[in-house]
T-cell receptor, first 112, second 116 residues
Framework: NAGVTQTPKFQVLKTGQSMTLQCAQD?????MSWYRQDPGMGLRLIHY???????DQGEVPNGYNVSRSTTEDFPLRLLSAAPSQTSVYFC???????????FGSGTRLTVV | AQKITQTQPGMFVQEKEAVTLDCTYD???????LFWYKQPSSGEMIFLIY??????QNATEGRYSLNFQKARKSANLVISASQLGDSAMYFC?????????????FGTGTLLAVQP
């Protein structure tokens, strides 16, 4: 089982550039989410999805877009990167019951 | 407000000793779940242990146990017989069961260093 796969693992962007962080899961989980991790602040929820075609904002959504066209994929888009978006990004999936959250290995993004 | 508080930014423990990592939470939901995750220097998030708010017994998973005190809203992680490989960042998290977000709320973490 691959679980949750995030790509890329590392990325450097210039201010104003756009990019998409990819997240794919093969467990048929309905719920997927994106978190960012910053020093001293734990993980904070950016966007989440409760199923294909349904997304909503989390705690820190500004500067990020998401879509969920399939159960498997939940990409995170940065339309115009800013240095404040330098962070480690985690994608997670959840089947909707129990305690089985599965996290991807993370993407370390630096915006210069 | 729903919040997780971890008041210990860093902890030291001698190898083979037990250590307790503190976690308190705040929620108005009657039903919720509490989680502990380990994040080693490699960066991945590793699930350690789960406690449901209606579970009457404290959760245990091998060397990990969760000291759940509902009235005090605390969910401390106890690691027995520490090993060098336990050196990592540890996060406490809560999932309120009210609403449909299924989101996890994380604390700021405790960095544990196990000394030989």
């Amino acid at each position: 089982n691959a679980g949750v796969t995030q790509t890329p693992k590392f990325q450097v962007l210039k201010t104003g550039q756009s990019m998409t962080l990819q997240c794919a899961q093969d467990m048929n989980h309905e719920y997927m989410s994106w978190y960012r991790q910053d020093p001293g602040m734990g993980l904070r929820l950016i966007h989440y999805s409760v199923g294909a075609g349904i997304t909503d904002q989390g705690e820190v959504p500004n500067g990020y877009n998401v879509s969920r066209s399939t159960t498997e994929d939940f990409p995170l888009r940065l339309l115009s990167a800013a240095p404040s978006q330098t962070s480690v990004y985690f994608c997670a999936s959840y089947p909707g019951q129990g305690n089985g959250y599965t996290f991807g290995s993370g993407t370390r993004l630096t915006v210069v | 407000a729903q919040k997780i508080t971890q008041t210990q930014p860093g902890m030291f423990v001698q190898e083979k000793e037990a250590v307790t990592l503190d976690c308190t939470y705040d929620t108005s939901d009657q039903s919720y779940g509490l989680f502990w995750y380990k994040q080693p220097s490699s960066g991945e998030m590793i699930f350690l242990i789960y406690q449901g708010s209606y579970d009457e017994q404290n959760a245990t998973e091998g060397r990990y146990s969760l000291n759940f005190q509902k009235a005090r809203k605390s969910a401390n992680l106890v690691i027995s017989a520490s090993q060098l490989g336990d050196s990592a960042m540890y996060f406490c998290a809560m999932r309120p069961y009210g609403g449909a977000t299924n989101k996890l709320i994380f604390g700021t973490g405790t960095l544990l260093a196990v000394q030989p």
